[in-house]
Every structure is written in C-alpha cells, then in structure tokens.
C-alpha cells in the first residue's frame, strides 16, 4: 500500500484551498511547487495546513549550501513537513537540505529521476544512480522516483534498500498508473488528475483505492 500525495500546482490561494478541502480524509499529503508559492505567497501553507494534511515544499532545491540553508528555515517556518531538493549541486549542498530539515522536525526528498521525457538527457541511468546512493549517505528520509519508468524506479530502491521512502511522479496526466508502480514506492504522486477532475474528490477517493 503507497501514500497518496497531491500535486497541487494551482495557482492562487482560493483555489488551492479549495481543492485541499475536497480533498480532505482521501490524501496523506499535499506537496506544492513554485506556480502555488509564487501566486498565493508562502502563508498558503498554513491556510492548506488547516485541513490536516501534512505540506511538501516541492522546491526542487539547487543552489550553495548556505542558500539551501536559508530555504529550508523558511519553508519550515512557514509550517511545511518536507522539502523536495536536487542533488546535482553536490553532498555540501544537499547535506544543507538534509541536515537544515531535521533540524526542524521535517524531512528531505532528494530528486534521483523526474518522469517527463526530457529526464532521460540527464537525470536517468548513472546519475540518477549516483544521486540516489548520495541521497543515501547524507541521510535524507526519501526519494523522488518515476512512475512513468518503473523499471527505473525498481533499480533505484535496489540502491537505497527499504529503510528510506520513494514517492514517485508521473501518475495521471503523464500516463503512468499506481499499478505501475505501487509495489516499489511509499508514496505515489497526483497532481492534473485530481485537481483538474470534475468531482476532485472522488477523484481522489479513486486514485486513494488504487494506492491500496
């Protein structure tokens, strides 16, 4: 059974709360990105928050170890529980993300493989290997995995054994399903599917059936 998280990349408070309403009791967590924080500001975190669903901050972090660290003080101030970062920049700067989320209760997700198809240039194969056993060592609690290439995410959880999380994109609007995937992750990722559904809430209800 995998975690069902929303991606909520809305832009404007109004509607992102609203979907987090309809959505309530059907999703384990809601992560948000840069359409959502650069429309509504960083305080729709704690409007989201109201609803009781833990907030990721899909920030995808990539920059010098203390800006990392000014990132993280300020997502996890503003109420998130996990923060999303790359790896690319090197273990100085993701042992900032890592170490600057523990030291505030949250959790580190560190980006290994996306699912578009645009990854394949760089973010796949070795890299992705590498980046997932850096992930490992630095100690992050997690991470970011595709469903639209399980067998990619099957090599990935070989390298970081069953102690960390894999939450996995790609599913719905992409084309990839739970089934795909839910064998190998702990959390799979809807975004488009959900939120751009007729009824966003039974939409969710489904996809949280399928998680099972």
Do not use: W
Request: hydrophobic letters at 45%; one cysteine or more; a negative charge.
């Amino acid at each position: 059974m995998a975690d069902l998280l929303l991606a909520l990349d809305v832009k404007g408070k109004e509607k992102a709360v609203a979907v987090a309403e309809a959505c309530a009791g059907e999703i384990d967590a809601i992560k948000i990105g840069y359409p959502l924080v650069l429309s509504a500001g960083l305080g729709v975190v704690k409007e989201l928050a109201k609803f009781g669903t833990p907030i990721i901050a899909d920030f995808k972090v990539a920059d010098i170890p203390n800006t990392n660290s000014l990132i993280c003080e300020e997502v996890f101030a503003a109420g998130c529980s996990g923060i999303i970062t790359h790896a690319f920049c090197g273990e100085d700067s993701l042992s900032a993300i890592v170490d600057g989320a523990h030291a505030h209760g949250g959790e580190a997700y560190v980006v290994c493989e996306m699912s578009h198809p645009g990854a394949l240039t760089f973010l796949t194969g070795a890299n992705a290997e590498k980046m997932a056993g850096m992930a490992k060592a630095a100690g992050a609690d997690g991470i970011i995995a595709p469903a639209t290439r399980p067998e990619r995410t099957a090599v990935l959880r070989e390298i970081i054994g069953n102690d960390m999380k894999i939450c996995s994109p790609g599913v719905g609007a992409q084309g990839a399903q739970p089934e795909d995937v839910k064998k190998y992750v702990d959390g799979i990722i809807v975004g488009r599917a959900i939120y751009e559904a007729e009824d966003v809430k039974a939409a969710a209800h489904a996809y949280k059936l399928r998680c099972i």
